[in-house]
Nanobody
């Protein structure tokens, strides 16, 4: 079973930045996708950014971003393939949410944004880290 631990949340003024980190306890080849989701109070959890993990040498990474964060948030996968960092820039009050790290070991996920950012495709979740952006 994959364990995920998030960190880096906090409070920031609009226009500021935060750096969220997620560390997974998975083993090589067990996790195909990792992602960040967020959930607003009273709303459904939604995908923010996702990455396909290239376990094989020569494989290419694929990054997927929700339209609402494209150009503002940046995703990066550590060399250990178990650390996922998301840089949140130009933050807006509407970015305020609980952010969750997720991992998928499923083999039926399609290499398209719709699947990479789909809650139902992920089977492991962290406890979340709060991001609050004030105007």
């Amino acid at each position: 079973q994959v364990q995920l631990v998030e960190s880096g949340g906090g409070s920031v003024q609009a226009g500021g930045s935060l750096r969220l980190s997620c560390v997974a306890s998975e083993y090589r080849g067990s996790t195909y996708y990792m992602a960040w989701f967020r959930q607003f109070p009273g709303k459904e959890r939604e995908g923010v950014a996702s990455v396909y993990i290239p376990w094989r040498s020569g494989d290419q990474t694929s990054y997927y971003y929700a339209d609402s964060v494209k150009g503002r948030f940046g995703l990066s996968l550590g060399n250990d393939k178990k650390t996922l960092v998301m840089e949140l820039n130009s933050l807006k009050p509407e970015d305020t949410a609980m952010y969750y790290c997720a991992a998928s070991t499923r083999t039926d996920i399609v290499a398209l944004r719709a699947d990479a950012l789909e809650v139902a495709k992920y089977d492991y979740w962290g406890q979340g880290t709060q991001v609050t952006v004030s105007s």
